[in-house]
């Protein structure tokens, strides 16, 4: 019974938390200078830092499609295949995955650190003690940067494995950029795109559960 009351409280208290947090980004942006740096520094760690591996992982998975997927879809004589199979592995599968981990494995290890170096040294009694609320200040700031970095990287992975794909494919057959792109977008929908930021964020979640 207590270990249940113990669970509701905690689930009361991240609720509760997640809403503070919410009305704080209402007015993030009337707070000055100093909150807008936080969000800046976040925005350049979490997607500027993360584009390196985000490139390299995209181009490795766009390479193994091609590598594997235009043999053998040419000896069955379904070379047009390619495209949606690019789509749902990169843009669909994979890409929410690693995107998320690679957030998770980077931003969230950090933001934790931090935060826990700031209890440990007072800096957060001391924001309470001068009337600065710390929820606005340090978490609306770097949830904001987590989010708005969260999309950027999704777009820029999906891009960068898209556009490797091609490079990738001119090894085994000379496709025009053009007919190549006017297949992908024409197998790509906006419905897919919301599905994957949906996918996204339940990745996100899960991988900090486990971490826990």
């Known amino acids: 019974m207590k270990k249940l009351l113990a669970k509701i409280r905690n689930i009361f ?92 494995a980077r931003s969230a290890t950090a933001i934790a650190t931090e935060i826990a170096g700031m209890v440990i040294s007072h800096e957060v009694e001391a924001y309470v003690s001068i009337g600065v609320d710390p929820i606005e200040y340090l978490a609306v700031p770097r949830f904001l940067g987590v989010t708005i970095s969260l999309v950027l990287l999704n777009i820029y992975f999906s891009v960068f494995g898209l556009a490797g794909s091609f490079l990738v494919a001119q090894l085994f057959n000379s496709f025009p950029a053009s007919h190549y792109f006017n297949n992908l977008l024409q197998n790509l929908h906006i419905k897919d795109l919301f599905m994957t930021v949906i996918k996204r964020s339940f990745i996100c979640k899960f991988c900090r559960r486990l971490l826990k």
């Open 13 to 104: 208290y991240i609720l509760g938390f997640f809403t503070r947090t919410l009305r704080g980004v209402g007015s993030f942006f009337k707070r000055g200078q100093a909150a807008s740096r936080i969000l800046v520094m976040q925005i350049l760690f979490t997607f500027v830092q993360a584009m390196g591996i985000s490139s390299l992982l995209a181009l490795g998975i766009g390479a193994a499609v091609i590598i594997i997927g235009i043999p053998f879809l040419t000896s069955i004589s379904q070379l047009q295949m390619l495209y949606p199979l690019l789509i749902t592995i990169i843009t669909l599968e994979l890409g929410p995955l690693l995107t998320a981990f690679i957030i998770i």
